[in-house]
């Protein structure tokens, strides 16, 4: 997967767990520290990703508390 792909995919699960969340976001955004998603929405998010991608994501577990887009989109391109 591409950093692209990774990013595209991101936006849409963005989008999924709160409309248009997506065109606030870039590379460098922190979604929960900027305030795009909250403590609830994160967990939906994290569900829409694991989701999109077609399996369990094993970077994120319980503890996971890093939703900068960076770290997502590296997440994905080593699953």
């Known amino acids: 997967m591409t950093r692209e792909e990774a990013f595209s995919m991101i936006r ?3 989008d999924a767990t709160s409309p248009k969340a997506s ?9 929960i520290g900027e305030g795009i998603l909250d403590s609830l929405d994160s967990m ?4 829409e990703l ?5 399996a ?12 900068r887009v960076t770290v997502l989109i590296d997440i994905l391109m080593d699953a």
């Open 12 to 14: 849409k699960a963005l």
């Open 23 to 31: 065109e606030k976001v870039s590379e460098t955004t922190d979604l």
């Open 44 to 47: 939906n998010f994290l569900f």
């Open 50 to 54: 694991e989701t999109l991608h077609g």
């Open 56 to 67: 369990r994501l094993a970077a994120i577990d319980e503890s996971f508390n890093d939703f």
